[in-house]
């Protein structure tokens, strides 16, 4: 821990410890969390937890995972190609084989990182969950992870409500929800929402086929049946269709060519300067002759530096679809809790995107993914008044169904017929998936009545496979290619143990302190050129917190110092493989990396109208060992193991020592409102959200034009209520200072530079109505 992360825990406990006493008329509100899979207050988990309420998500119109960034100290979403990925205390700045911050819903594990990008409509609360959680949650994790609990059926009343929100970029988002009592016994509760909205990103070629737009309809279906107090049963289904053009396919805006002035090649390092187009200079070949060069004469290839602002001939095409089925069963009997949850998802995502970034008809590329998943997660928990407490878990998790789980890249020129792509055959698809069972249990002993202590341990197999198809010739007619070849899939086999020790103690009422030691683990993936499975993605991590309540309620003030040691990420390469010489991507051993930090939260009611909500999070982690492949080049050559580049710009990087990518030294996030009642019985609040980051990279590659550099973003609006809170109107403003913030950045074929940007400052109006 470094001194500047002792000095701020420090002057922040002696701030919080010292906070002036007001009256007791008005306190925090206690927030109930289920992380422990018990309803309790957050202030008594001994785990660094943040819980953003419903209320808190309409306010600051956060309707999917990647605006969840900025409530939450620590978190960052690196985000491009739909692929949403969370990063918290290092882990996912580095290659894992699984998401190593997964999400949730409702204790139901999502496998895919698009699943993030469904619309947080009615929703109770998120809970995120930092480091490994393996001992209470069904599916493994390495770094934490996103729990969303949706509002559910309830029996006392009829009741139905929704919103309409509208702004710039010709937003509309129509939202509903209606809670339907049957009768004593039997509830139901539909949730809906229909989203529209132009592109931020404009198209100036092609009006067409602007970016970043919304299309997307999802839909929530539970039926609670309750025949007596000790025994329910919930039965649900969603739907989720998006037909938006989306981002491009990985990163959409092209920043320029880094060039080495001397050499006349491609250089990302800190040797080259970022030449302002999209292809190459006449006689600026980078080394290797390829047909199709941009010249210089050719206005097409200038880099518009407007980060918003593309040129694209090629309508996006993008298509993607998720039907869900779950079942959950709660009995109560004999002092325990029995928690049985199932699920079945079915995804089928496809998207078409420009790949020459120009308006010349030449490429364009995308993906193909078929995903179904089937999931079972028991738990029995202990509802004693006994100083012994536990719970025990069994979870199954299954993606293996033979051509239902499978990744194809596809590739067609478009130069003879710009409508009609003549289809690479050198494409192949990728299938697999993993078979994944678990026992998992965690105790809790009390010493004394301030003193207990924790204890888990769980036991995961995993079994993966994978083999590819190839392209059918007799499908290179169709719109996309079909696939042909033999099923037989090559396996692997991993177990692992993981545990989870702690110590908490309550230094009074309403202070406690903890400590804990836990693992985590993710199996390795299978490689298809060794028939071998990597070693398993493996984290250790320590956390030293603190929890209270101060100046008579009205301050809630938590710290979280934390170390992170995490080994075996892999890196990705791609490689020439077969008689066909097909091109694919392979998982190999990159390094480890530690992250260490302090983060901090908490809410203060200054007074009975204003209130301040605060994050900050003090980040240290850098990679132990690492290498990285360098794409400069289409093709990766040699292995790991200290830097080298070849002539066409392909190699290897050593990032010993480095800072990973989405890590910054430091955020800070301040909400302030005010809220006041009107003379006529309704309140107004303002309010006002600040978030500040330090620079951080945003790919692991030591590329100068891929920082982002320190950037402040405010948010603000309002929040009018009427008297009898049936009626709502509000304003938000977000990202007022018009930021542009990288999400991602990669290096394209013939040495493009390319990034992916966070939304533009953007406006709009709601109007809710709840009955």
């Known amino acids: 821990m470094s001194g500047l992360q002792k000095k701020a825990l420090a002057v922040a406990v002696a701030s919080a410890l010292g906070a002036p006493a007001m009256a007791q008329d008005f306190v925090i509100e206690e927030v ?21 309420s419903g209320e808190t998500l309409q306010e600051l119109n956060i309707t999917d995972v990647l605006g969840l960034g900025k409530t939450v100290p620590g978190l960052i979403i690196n985000n491009s190609g739909n692929q949403p990925v969370p990063i918290m205390r290092g882990a996912g700045a580095a290659g894992t084989t699984d998401i190593a911050v997964p999400i949730y819903v409702d204790f139901m594990y999502r496998p895919l990182a698009a699943q993030g990008l469904a619309s947080y409509v009615d929703i109770e609360r998120v809970e995120v969950l930092r480091g490994p959680q393996g001992t209470l949650f069904g599916r493994n ?29 010709s937003l509309s988002r129509l939202e509903g929800y209606v809670n339907a009592p049957f009768s ?5 509760r539909v949730t809906a929402t229909n989203t529209t909205r132009d592109p931020y990103v404009k198209n100036i070629f092609n009006a067409d086929g602007g970016l970043k737009d919304a299309d997307n309809t999802y839909a929530r279906a539970q039926l609670l049946i309750a025949p007596n107090d000790s025994f329910d049963i919930t039965l649900g289904a969603t739907l989720w269709e998006d037909s938006a053009n989306g981002n491009a396919d990985y990163a959409y805006k092209c920043l320029g060519v880094p060039v080495n002035a001397e050499t006349q090649r491609f250089d990302g390092t800190e040797n080259g300067f970022l030449d302002q187009r999209c292809g190459v200079r006449d006689g600026w070949d980078g080394g290797r002759p390829q047909a199709g060069n941009i010249s210089n004469g050719d206005v097409s290839a200038a880099a518009n530096p407007d980060p918003y602002t593309i040129a694209f001939d090629w309508t996006p095409e993008r298509d993607i679809e998720e039907t ?32 020459d970034l120009s308006s010349n008809n030449a490429l364009v590329a995308g993906h193909i993914r078929n995903s179904e998943a089937t999931q079972i997660d028991i738990n029995l928990n202990s509802e004693t008044d006994s100083r012994f407490q536990y719970t025990l878990g069994a979870y199954l998790f299954d993606d293996t169904d033979a051509g239902a789980n499978n990744y194809a890249f596809i590739w067609g020129y478009t130069y003879s017929n710009p409508t009609s792509p003549n289809w690479a055959t050198w494409l192949y698809q990728g299938n697999g998936g993993t078979e994944s069972t678990a026992v998992y249990g965690q105790a809790e002993y009390s010493f004394t009545d301030r003193m207990r202590g924790t204890l888990g341990l769980r036991s995961s197999s995993d079994k993966r496979q994978s083999f590819t198809l190839s392209v059918d010739p007799s499908t290179l007619g169709n719109h996309v290619p079909g696939y042909a ?53 493996q984290v250790e991590a320590t956390e030293l917190g603190l929890k209270g309540t101060f100046a008579d309620g009205r301050l809630r003030f938590n710290a979280a110092l934390y170390n992170s ?20 991507a392979q998982q190999v051993p990159g390094g480890s990396l530690t992250s260490q930090g302090l983060e901090l939260d908490g809410s203060w009611y200054v007074t009975d109208d204003v209130t301040i909500d605060f994050g900050a999070s003090f980040d240290n982690s850098k990679f132990d060992t690492f290498n990285a492949a360098n794409r400069v080049g289409s093709v990766t050559h040699g292995y790991p193991g200290s830097d080298f580049i070849d002539e066409n710009g392909a190699g290897w990087f050593t990032l010993d020592g480095d800072d990973p990518r989405f890590t910054p030294d430091m955020t800070v996030n301040i909400g302030l409102s005010f809220e006041t009642e009107l003379g006529n019985g309704s309140t107004f609040k303002p309010w006002i959200y600040l978030y500040v980051s330090d620079d951080y990279k945003t790919t692991n590659d030591p590329i100068f034009w891929a920082v982002q550099e320190s950037f402040t973003t405010i948010d603000f609006g309002f929040t009018w209520r009427s008297p009898s809170e049936a009626w709502l109107a509000g304003l938000f403003v977000d990202n007022a200072t018009n930021e542009a913030i990288m999400t991602d950045g990669t290096m394209f074929s013939r040495g493009r530079a390319m990034a992916d940007f966070a939304a533009p400052r953007n406006w709009g109006l709601r109007l809710s109505y709840n009955f």
Not at 34 to 41: E, P
Not at 150 to 158: S, T, V
Not at 184 to 188: C, N, R, S
């Open 485 to 537: 070849g033999d099923p037989t899939p090559i396996t692997g086999d991993d177990s692992h143990t993981d545990y989870r020790v702690g110590l908490q103690y309550d230094v009074g009422d309403d202070v406690m302190v903890y400590g804990s030691l836990a693992t985590g683990y993710i199996a390795g993936g299978v490689q298809e050129l060794t028939n071998e499975l990597l070693d398993p993605n």
């Open 141 to 169: 994790t390495l770094g934490g992870l996103i729990n969303i609990v949706p509002n559910r059926p309830d029996f006392e009343e009829f009741a139905y409500g929704g919103s309409l929100a509208f702004g710039d970029y």
């Open 184 to 188: 004593e016994t039997v509830a139901l």
């Open 565 to 584: 040691a995490y080994e075996n990420l892999t890196t990705t390469v791609f490689v020439v493989a077969g008689a066909a010489q097909t091109i694919i």
């Open 324 to 355: 869900s089925f779950s079942v959950g069963v709660n009995w109560r009997f004999a002092d325990h809790h029995l928690a049985v949850r199932g699920a079945i998802f079915d995804i089928y995502e496809s998207t078409i995107n420009d790949t």
């Open 32 to 52: 109930i969390v289920t992380a422990t899979k018990r309803a309790v207050s957050v202030q008594d988990v001994p785990i660094s937890i943040s819980a953003v």
